[in-house]
């Protein structure tokens, strides 16, 4: 059956330092994949979105890289802030037009000053 | 001030009873999505629908049904068939052209006791 892994356990970086979040798939050919960003208690905000023919992404701070052989996304937070912890979503779709999204579970991740 | 209103925030409902959540946008999306979430866990896909008056079942449709009769609406009611209702329930929407980000509600915390 088609899995997303993401890191279970949360993640402390400290301000200022790059924090790196994984997303490993298995059983699944994403014609692309998208980052989202959860605080508790509210939807998701979607922030990236990379193709199965790209290898990278950057928007400001944040960089994905997508890496189809190795099934496995990597997504880069920056001169990281205390702002910037929230829960990082990842999630695939095989590109069949509007379908839903598959989602990974998600990784808390916690910037301290 | 475009987006995605869900509505209510809580919701509180005896086990039995069928109930109703209320989900409207004025992106002008044509797609629609219902996702259910549970403490740790990734979001789950219920229900989605590409165009008005059609809908497909998502992962986990059982114990669910929606419509979608206007472009702005997609309500789903979750039956007394539904065997765990008590979730976070997530309404979003995208452009219906592929690959798009989704654009989601702030959610709905249905408890059912």
């Known amino acids: 059956s088609q899995k997303i892994e993401q890191n279970s356990e949360a993640l402390n970086i400290q301000e200022g330092k790059t924090a790196t979040l994984t997303c490993n798939y298995t059983n699944y050919s994403p014609a692309y994949l998208q980052w989202y960003r959860q605080d508790p208690g509210r939807g998701p905000v979607f922030l990236l979105l990379?193709?199965?023919?790209?290898k990278e992404k950057r928007k400001e701070r944040l960089k994905v890289t997508f890496d189809t052989t190795l099934k496995q996304s990597l997504f880069h937070i920056t001169a990281s802030q205390p702002a910037d912890s929230a829960t990082y979503l990842c999630?695939?779709?095989?590109?069949?037009?509007?379908?839903?999204?598959?989602f990974g579970k998600g990784t808390h991740l916690i910037i301290q000053p | 001030d475009g987006g995605i209103t869900q509505s209510p925030k809580y919701l509180f409902r005896k086990e039995g009873q069928n109930v109703t959540l209320s989900c409207e946008q004025n992106l002008n999306h044509d797609a629609m999505y219902w996702y259910r979430q549970d403490p740790g866990q990734g979001l789950r896909l219920i229900y989605y629908s590409q165009i008005v008056n059609d809908f497909q079942k998502g992962d986990i449709a059982e114990g669910y049904s929606v419509s979608r009769e206007k472009k702005e609406s997609f309500p789903l009611t979750v039956t007394s068939a539904q065997k765990n209702p008590t979730a976070f329930y997530l309404c979003a929407s995208s452009i219906s052209l592929d690959p798009s980000e989704q654009y989601f509600g702030p959610g709905t915390r249905l408890t059912v006791t």
């Open positions: 999630a695939l779709s095989s590109g069949g037009g509007a379908d839903g999204l598959t």
């Open positions: 990379i193709r199965e023919n790209e």
